[in-house]
Every structure is written in structure tokens, then in C-alpha cells.
């Protein structure tokens, strides 16, 4: 089966630029996740989403973050404008249920100069 | 709220050796899961074993094994045999329901 899709895979941007990163999750999973991994860090939960409801965005930024998922599928994470701080690895990742276990995709990395 | 400690941010082995990466928790539920996934440079993360709560047995994938000590919170991961390509950083996680939290991983080196 087809893994969780992520691009770019890189992406360098000046600080008080945007960023928008993309996320194809595997194929009728209905909870997708992003996550923020500063270098040398566990992953932290930015957002949950279950189909096209979000079901935690508790720690995500949202004076700068956003994200969304219409239709319940592909998801779209969005910072604007971006501070150095935001410099980090952002995953993405599904699973068929709440209770299941998570596949990940292979990540974006972002850095802000 | 939950959280995951891995008391060991780097650990080595030689190879074809055994090692054991320590991982603690603190949670007030008694229904819950833990996971240990690989993360290689390749960033992707891979489950390498996965652990009821409410099950006594500990889980074992092929070289893989959990030491799974309810009552201490504690699920700390055995590496029989380790191999070059167990390298990687190794992450403890903790979910029930919609939370899932990870730890601050553990860097593997395996030497030759």
C-alpha cells in the first residue's frame, strides 16, 4: 500500500515569509496528524484531525499556524509569516482509527533564515 | 497531562551485542497503549513494537522485546543482536484515545 505522501521535503525561507506544506495520508484513514520536530526534540502534536474535523489544535500556534483538510483528505499546514524559531521538521502522519497505531511520511524540513 | 521520558539521550552497542533503551511515563489511566519507533536520518518514522496496557505479555517482534512494567510505568525496548542498520534515534510513545505524546528520543549508534 501506498505510504503517507509529503512535499517539498525541503524548504528554506527568509523569516516573515509564508510556507505552505502538503500531506496525502494513506488511503482511508480518517485521523491525520501534524507534528513539529525541532532538531534533537520528540515530535510534538501541532494538530489532529479526524476526516475533516479537528479534534485537537490545543499547541498549535494560531496567531501564525493554520491548517485544513477538506474533504478529509489531503491536508494543508500553512505558516504565516514565519519566525526563526519555526526552523524545524514537520511530519505528517495517519492512522486508521484513534486507537491505532500512526504511519508517518518522510517529513518536511524547514528552515528559517 | 502525560508524558514520556527517555532518561538516556544516546546509547551504543557494539555489534551482534544487546542493548536496552529505558523509557518512563506518567499517566493516571489504566487503559493505554506504547510504542517504540525508529526514526533513521531518512526522518521517516517506523514502528518497531507496540504494547497493550491491559496485556501482562510482553510484546516481541523478531529481535525486538519489551520489558513492560505496569505498576512501575516504565517500557524500556531490547535490541537482541543488534545489526549497523539499527541505527537510528528511537522514540517511546504513550497514546489513549486521541493523545498521543512521544519522548525525547534516544540516539543508537552501532558499532562495528
Known amino acids: 500500500e501506498a505510504g503517507v505522501a509529503q512535499s517539498p521535503r525541503y524548504k528554506i525561507i527568509e523569516k516573515r515569509q509564508s510556507v505552505a506544506f502538503w500531506c496525502n495520508p494513506i488511503s482511508g484513514h480518517a485521523t491525520l496528524y501534524w507534528y513539529q520536530q525541532i532538531l534533537g526534540q520528540g515530535p510534538k502534536l501541532l494538530i489532529q484531525f479526524q476526516n475533516n474535523g479537528v479534534v485537537d489544535d490545543s499547541q498549535l500556534p494560531k496567531d501564525r499556524f493554520s491548517a485544513e483538510r477538506l474533504k478529509g483528505v489531503d491536508s494543508t499546514l500553512k505558516i504565516q509569516p514565519a519566525k526563526l524559531e519555526d526552523s524545524a521538521v514537520y511530519l505528517c502522519?495517519?492512522?486508521?482509527?484513534?486507537?491505532?497505531?500512526?504511519?508517518f511520511g518522510s517529513g518536511t524540513q524547514l528552515s528559517v533564515l | 497531562a502525560q508524558t514520556v521520558t527517555q532518561s538516556q539521550p544516546e546509547m551504543s552497542v557494539q555489534e551482534a551485542e544487546t542493548v536496552t533503551l529505558s523509557c518512563t511515563y506518567d499517566?493516571?489511566?489504566?487503559?493505554?497503549?506504547l510504542f517504540w519507533y525508529k526514526q533513521p536520518p531518512s526522518r521517516q518514522m517506523i514502528l518497531v513494537i507496540r504494547?497493550?496496557?491491559?496485556?501482562?505479555q510482553n510484546a516481541t517482534e523478531n529481535r525486538f522485546s519489551v520489558n513492560f512494567q505496569k505498576a512501575a510505568k516504565s517500557f524500556s525496548l531490547k535490541i537482541s543482536d543488534s545489526q549497523l542498520g539499527d541505527a537510528a534515534m528511537y522514540f517511546c510513545?504513550?497514546?489513549?484515545?486521541?493523545?498521543?505524546?512521544f519522548g525525547p528520543g534516544t540516539r543508537l549508534s552501532v558499532l562495528p
Open positions: 504494547q497493550e496496557a491491559y496485556k501482562q
Open positions: 499517566t493516571s489511566e489504566s487503559d493505554y497503549y
Open positions: 510513545a504513550y497514546r489513549r484515545g486521541q493523545n498521543f505524546v
Open positions: 502522519a495517519s492512522s486508521l482509527q484513534a486507537n491505532e497505531k500512526l504511519f
